[in-house]
């Protein structure tokens, strides 16, 4: 049987080998042309049908894309090949480097113009310049993908492209839909932007010829479905399991890691037994202290959905009622820890540079991804200022913070309570004044008293239970063949 398919696959080349020449001598040139794209594209719809080769598409940094990172080791999990096609900068998670299945594709940076060009001019040359890397990287360096996957946003031009590579093989073409660009793209410009409502167009034009869509939230399937007319699965991101509570002895560890840059983390006196928040006591092994601070945590990736501003505010509110209570107000100190990189980064540090606290430490670390988790596995509240350009997504770094069991106060938005359920598994304020109160309410007594955090931590229990690599396995993977 076997010789036979060998046989019936030389008379078929056989068959085209003359065609293509016969074409040629008759100077059909155009009609040549045409022959040999339809070959190559019935080659990749016919793998597009049955393949296990997956290209995920995210045009940001890899390392800071956590939630297309789990899609890659999704696929991979269930034996494929996978490309991802993206910026450097931030290392991914280790289970992305050292997974012999996962394949990662650098883009170079877009060309830096000078700066007395139009802004038009210089959006038009990246774009292009974009254009040219994805079609290079997509035609020339991975095999044909069965699936091609894109994070939105950007929508331009990413949108476009996996749509077009998608005609050439007959991929199955799926959006992941994050937010919108065109919301993004608004903050800056203003709604009535003409290049904001062209990228509103292109969004919608090029978003409903996908084969299939997910997105974060209920709210943004109901508003895709509603104004787009596209019908998405609502994939709410799950925390993987290397989002847990941390062990004493990892986070004693850490914490003297950290006291060598941050000096909230330290003890100031013995090096490398005490930390601010723990003692190696040799004979009983690590214990946390009993007059410890506390530790709140943010992360950010320093954009303008995020108003920090709000955060530093509460925390002068929080260390004006510790001094004017005393000792009687029973709240602990402070250490906030601020994670992330990004554009107004340096601006914030320069904010926090002028405060003049004594109760109140504030730093912002830089960490490798696998430390992220173990600081929030060693917190005591998480803070979330993401208040969403569309009001439809959710913030992920919530989604962290819950797999370690962490309780957050979060900045209210439109659909927070399909992640955040106040007064259950957190709290929801409004005002800098509101998140003074509620970190006092949380904190005093601490670290005694912490009724209400364990409260939480209990709630939260069930949402730890449900974590991605389950929730992609129902809902992700049946769709994949259909």
């Known amino acids: 049987m076997s010789k036979v398919k060998h046989l019936d696959l030389i008379l078929q080349l056989s068959l085209i080998t003359f065609m293509e020449v016969y074409l040629y001598f008759n100077e059909l040139y155009s009609l040549m042309f045409v022959t040999i794209l339809f070959l190559y594209m019935a080659s990749g719809f016919r793998i597009a049908r049955s393949g296990s080769q997956a290209c995920i598409i995210v045009l940001g940094d890899i390392g800071r894309s956590p939630r297309m990172q789990y899609h890659a080791l999704s696929f991979a999990k269930l034996k494929f090949d996978v490309d991802i096609v993206g910026y450097g900068g931030s290392i991914p998670h280790p289970d992305i480097v050292n997974n012999t299945r996962i394949k990662r594709h650098i883009l170079r940076e877009p060309p830096k113009l000078p700066q007395f060009l139009p802004k038009i001019f210089q959006y038009v040359i990246k774009v292009l310049f974009q254009v040219c890397q994805l079609f290079f990287v997509l035609f020339f360096n991975i095999k044909w993908p069965s699936h091609i996957m894109v994070q939105n946003p950007p929508s331009i031009p990413t949108l476009f492209v996996a749509w077009f590579v998608r005609l050439i093989y007959g991929s199955k073409y799926i959006i992941d839909w994050h937010n919108y660009g065109y919301t993004i793209l608004g903050l800056s410009l203003g709604s009535w932007n003409p290049l904001v409502r062209f990228a509103k167009w292109f969004e919608k034009f090029f978003g409903k010829k996908a084969d299939g869509h997910f997105c974060v939230t209920n709210a943004m399937?109901?508003?895709?479905?509603?104004?787009?007319?596209?019908?998405?699965?609502?994939?709410?991101?799950?925390?993987?399991?290397?989002?847990?509570?941390?062990?004493?002895?990892?986070?004693?560890?850490?914490?003297?890691?950290?006291?060598?840059?941050?000096?909230?983390?330290?003890?100031?006196?013995?090096?490398?037994?005490?930390?601010?928040?723990?003692?190696?006591?040799?004979?009983?092994?690590?214990?946390?202290?009993?007059?410890?601070?506390?530790?709140?945590?943010?992360?950010?990736?320093?954009?303008?959905?995020?108003?920090?501003?709000?955060?530093?505010?509460?925390?002068?509110?929080?260390?004006?009622?510790?001094?004017?209570?005393?000792?009687?107000?029973?709240?602990?100190?402070?250490?906030?820890?601020?994670?992330?990189?990004?554009?107004?980064?340096?601006?914030?540090?320069?904010?926090?540079?002028?405060?003049?606290?004594?109760?109140?430490?504030?730093?912002?670390?830089?960490?490798?991804?696998?430390?992220?988790?173990?600081?929030?596995?060693?917190?005591?509240?998480?803070?979330?200022?993401?208040?969403?350009?569309?009001?439809?997504?959710?913030?992920?770094?919530?989604?962290?913070?819950?797999?370690?069991?962490?309780?957050?106060?979060?900045?209210?938005?439109?659909?927070?309570?399909?992640?955040?359920?106040?007064?259950?598994?957190?709290?929801?304020?409004?005002?800098?004044?509101?998140?003074?109160?509620?970190?006092?309410?949380?904190?005093?007594?601490?670290?005694?008293?912490?009724?209400?955090?364990?409260?939480?931590?209990?709630?939260?229990?069930?949402?730890?239970?449900?974590?991605?690599?389950?929730?992609?396995?129902?809902?992700?993977?049946?769709?994949?063949?259909?």
């Open 221 to 482: 399937k109901e508003d895709l479905q509603k104004n787009w007319s596209i019908k998405a699965c609502t994939l709410y991101d799950r925390p993987p399991e290397i989002f847990k509570e941390t062990p004493l002895t990892q986070k004693h560890e850490l914490f003297l890691k950290l006291s060598e840059d941050y000096f909230g983390f330290g003890d100031g006196s013995t090096r490398g037994i005490k930390t601010a928040f723990t003692e190696d006591t040799r004979s009983s092994g690590v214990v946390e202290k009993s007059d410890r601070p506390a530790l709140v945590i943010s992360s950010t990736s320093w954009t303008e959905d995020e108003d920090f501003s709000i955060l530093l505010g509460a925390l002068e509110l929080y260390e004006k009622a510790k001094i004017a209570g005393g000792k009687s107000s029973h709240l602990p100190n402070l250490v906030c820890a601020i994670t992330g990189k990004g554009p107004q980064k340096k601006f914030y540090q320069q904010e926090i540079a002028k405060m003049n606290f004594k109760h109140v430490n504030i730093c912002t670390p830089w960490l490798a991804a696998e430390e992220y988790p173990l600081l929030l596995g060693s917190a005591d509240i998480g803070v979330c200022l993401h208040t969403s350009s569309s009001g439809l997504d959710l913030p992920m770094k919530v989604v962290d913070m819950f797999g370690c069991g962490l309780p957050v106060c979060a900045i209210d938005f439109n659909c927070l309570d399909e992640l955040v359920k106040h007064n259950e598994n957190g709290l929801i304020f409004k005002t800098e004044a509101e998140l003074a109160e509620q970190l006092q309410i949380l904190l005093r007594g601490f670290p005694e008293k912490q009724n209400k955090l364990k409260t939480f931590r209990e709630n939260l229990k069930s949402f730890q239970a449900y974590r991605w690599q389950e929730s992609w396995t129902d809902k992700v993977k049946p769709t994949l063949y259909i």
